[in-house]
């Protein structure tokens, strides 16, 4: 089982950056994907970011975005800190959302952008964007 806690929301204008971070807990020496998903008021929870265990390096693995925040975030990952970062810059009024990591046990290279094949989910964080 995988604890996931995340941080890094606010309030920020349009066209500003922030760097959310989600620490995972538990049985971390599996390897796991970890998403970013969003829900914004009245809406359908989305599929924002995902990323392998091996984070689409050479080795490897991959990451995928949603088209609304292609070339505007940016997902990585730490394994020795248990942590994946999602770096949102030139960010957007609609960006405002509830913000929420998720964790599902993978093999190394996979991947999932379908948030019913995530078993763990953070309480999520708050981002909202100014006009």
């Known amino acids: 089982q995988v604890h996931l806690v995340e941080s890094g929301g606010g309030l920020v204008q349009a066209g500003g950056s922030l760097r959310l971070s989600c620490v995972a807990s538990g049985r971390t020496s599996s390897s796991y994907a970890m998403g970013w998903f969003r829900q914004a008021p009245g809406k359908e929870r989305e599929f924002v970011a995902a990323?392998?265990?091996?984070?689409?390096?050479?080795?490897?693995?991959?990451?995928y975005y949603a088209d609304s925040v292609k070339l505007r975030f940016t997902i990585s990952r730490d394994n020795a800190e248990n942590t994946v970062y999602l770096q949102m810059n030139s960010l957007k009024p609609e960006d405002t959302a509830v913000y929420y990591c998720?964790?599902?046990?993978?093999?190394?290279?996979?991947?999932?952008?379908?948030?019913?094949?995530?078993?763990?989910w953070g309480q999520g964080t708050q981002v909202t964007v100014s006009s």
């Open positions: 990323t392998s265990w091996s984070g689409g390096t050479w080795r490897g693995g991959a990451t």
């Open positions: 998720a964790a599902t046990y993978l093999h190394p290279d996979g991947v999932a952008t379908d948030g019913r094949k995530y078993d763990y």
